[in-house]
């Protein structure tokens, strides 16, 4: 990592009229950031970072996305931000930011009688504050394209074929959509599909394929599909409460009641809120319409996605991570591949493999190359960024011809956990992740030099004077100590808002793995901080 050499930080303590002095080697010695030793100022709002040459982030408070319940029957968890998204132009310009979280373990099995399996929040304010939106539907995975204000997500669930070499795939849509005056029906409407939407699910005319992930494909009618859905919502961890509506023959999602905001207060409580004037309607594509083809080697699944990059208005680049077992969900047999499409999403292509699990990956037991992420840099090139195994550094790979043909793997000295990357418009680029510890890294236009800024550390500045929200010096200084300190899990959501604002997402454990209470807290929880680059 080249050294930041940062000239000066300006972080918010959210206590009135608080103003410290302090210095660069005190910060160094907490672990955050190397680089010439000067004078930084502690004040007001937003939290500053100058990085070279002449690019500054400014910081704002971090919000509470949400968090677990310390008093619920079954220990849950609130962790792995990994899949917020950017829903834009509803029926008046609304603008929806989700951020979708996990109450389930991880790697393990979640503990019995758990009601939910995962839950979505919304922000119709920017990422300032957030909302519930729904149970067990969440926004999955990175591989996103926004048009027309529709988030579109290509090839969300993928069935292997019977050449094994190729997949079928479903696209599901996330739109801005009016609400009804009590917040919890959206007025009929038609669907992308051309079929009628009484809720938040796009009823298909056929068996909803819901139903099908949960392996009731085999139902009479969307009354009996409803009530499966409704009765088997733990077990596939897709559905949460259903309603039959006898006068669209439709199995209605219906919107959780529970609205909440993050309240400003020292104990972070949850105040329950106005139900917003528009809502987040979903759409799963009736069949698997979308196919992937051309693996000149059989393999057994899809694991991880990177974002959907736009080459130009109809040709687009994916990573997609792959595995030759079916039985190792996220484990230890993993390569990464380039896919391409000229039709907009609706076909893709094999390109090449662009990392593999080979024999020194083998030797080391490592995963092999799995999360990722892809930008297009300045100059045209894509720029792939990928994990191999926990606690082991990101490792990175360039094509000069649109995917065709990639530069040979090569080690990053930072990282872990699943990176997520933002491209500039000056060029440079920002990737966030960590293990150990939680950070953010600007890269210059080539890729080749960074400089860390260690966001728990940041996070910790401008939550001063709440305790509850703060991460242990043990996890601000384990990039330091090379050591992992479960104090996150370093999964992010990086999302750009337009005009010069993006934010990230993340989270802090009370517990690590373990579910919670901990040496750290009572819960878990999510956040979300805002920040303006220039």
């Excluded at 440079?428 to 992740?433: A, I, N, Q, S």
């Excluded at 993006?502 to 517990?511: F, S, T």
Aim: aromatic share 8%.
């Amino acid at each position: 990592i080249t050294p930041c050499r940062l000239h000066s930080v300006h972080c918010a303590v959210p206590t009135p009229n608080r103003m410290l002095t302090t210095t660069w080697r005190e910060h160094m010695a907490r672990g955050w950031l190397s680089g010439a030793v000067t004078s930084a100022l502690i004040i007001c709002s937003t939290a500053n970072v100058m990085l070279p040459p002449n690019l500054q982030l400014q910081f704002e408070l971090p919000v509470l996305v949400g968090e677990g319940d310390p008093q619920a029957a079954v220990p849950e968890h609130f962790w792995f931000p990994e899949d917020g998204a950017v829903i834009g132009a509803g029926p008046s310009g609304e603008t929806a930011i989700v951020a979708n979280t996990r109450f389930t373990q991880d790697g393990t099995p979640s503990p019995p009688g758990l009601p939910h399996m995962t839950e979505t929040m919304v922000s119709w304010d920017g990422g300032r504050t957030y909302s519930h939106l729904w149970f067990d539907n969440p926004v999955t995975g990175t591989p996103t394209r926004r048009a027309g204000g529709v988030l579109r997500v290509p090839g969300a669930r993928c069935l292997i074929e019977a050449d094994n070499r190729s997949f079928s795939c479903y696209t599901k849509t996330y739109a801005v959509c009016s609400t009804a005056s009590d917040g919890r029906s959206v007025p009929s409407q038609t669907c992308a599909n051309g079929m009628p939407n009484t809720n938040l699910v796009c009823n298909t005319g056929t068996i909803p394929t819901w139903c099908q992930d949960l392996g009731q494909a085999l139902v009479a009618n969307t009354s009996e599909c409803c009530s499966l859905c409704a009765q088997n919502r733990s077990s596939g961890g897709l559905c949460t409460s259903w309603v039959f509506r006898a006068e669209t023959s439709q199995c209605d999602l219906k919107v959780g009641q529970g609205n909440i905001a993050a309240s400003a207060d020292t104990s972070g409580r949850l105040e329950p809120v106005n139900p917003p004037a528009v809502t987040v309607c979903a759409n799963t594509s009736a069949a698997a319409d979308v196919q992937f083809t051309g693996f000149p080697f059989n393999v057994a699944r899809f694991t991880y996605a990177s974002k959907v990059v736009t080459v130009d208005p109809d040709h687009f680049v994916q990573l997609r991570a792959y595995s030759h077992k079916m039985n190792e969900i996220g484990g230890a047999d993993q390569s990464l591949s380039a896919f391409g499409s000229s039709d907009g999403g609706v076909s893709w292509q094999f390109l090449a493999v662009v990392a593999s699990r080979n024999a020194t990956v083998i030797a080391k037991k490592w995963e092999g190359p799995g999360e990722n992420d892809l930008v297009r840099l300045h100059d045209g090139r894509l720029l792939g960024i990928f994990r191999v195994d926990s606690c082991h550094p990101y490792w990175k790979a360039y094509s000069s011809d649109l995917g065709k043909t990639w530069s040979a793997p090569e080690t990053m000295p930072f990282g872990s956990a699943r990176p997520k990357m933002l491209a500039l418009q000056d060029g440079r680029v920002l990737l966030t992740g960590g293990r150990p510890g939680l950070f953010m890294w600007v890269g210059d236009a080539t890729g080749v030099q960074w400089s860390a800024i260690n966001l728990a550390l940041v996070h910790n500045e401008m939550v001063a004077n709440v305790p509850a929200w703060q991460y242990s010096a043990d996890f601000i200084n384990a990039s330091a100590a090379n050591q992992f300190v479960q104090g996150s899990t370093s999964y992010t959501s990086l999302l750009d808002l337009g005009d010069g604002v993006a934010l990230v997402q993340y989270d802090r454990l009370a517990h690590g793995w373990s579910e919670p209470p901990g040496p750290w807290g009572d819960r878990d929880r999510t956040f979300s901080m805002r920040f303006r680059y220039m």
